[in-house]
């Protein structure tokens, strides 16, 4: 590395902030598990916005979850709609006359009734 540590001009730089990417010497570093930052207040604020990352992901995925369930339950009350009005046309013998005046009046319609 050929920079010089940000808070000793007269030292070469050993390694980088993890955080803000500053040159910094042994003696400088804070240390944070295993990574190496210039100061604690840059440590502080990876640590801040590491943990607002993940909160924020989690929300992500509960929103997730949220919007599946409600195209889930869209959907079901489509499919009892649809199939309510199949079920009512089909048991209803005024709305299965009409249904086979319609297809009588279409050409060709008459020669598939059985």
Known sequence: MSK???NHPDREADTKCIACLKPICNECVV??????????N????AWK????????QERERANAKKRAMKKFIIFI???AIVGGAVYYIMNDKDSMKKLKE?????PGAESNEK
Not at 42 to 45: F, G, N, S
Not at 49 to 56: C, F, G, H, P, S
Not at 102 to 106: A, D, M, P, T
Request: net charge negative; aromatic share 10%; hydrophobic share 40%.
């Open 4 to 6: 010089v540590c940000i």
């Open 31 to 40: 240390e944070y598990g295993e990574q190496a930052y210039c100061s604690v």
């Open 42 to 45: 840059c440590r502080d604020q």
């Open 49 to 56: 916005t590491t943990a607002n990352i993940a909160e924020m």
């Open 77 to 79: 009350i489509f499919a």
């Open 102 to 106: 319609l297809r009588n009046k279409i």
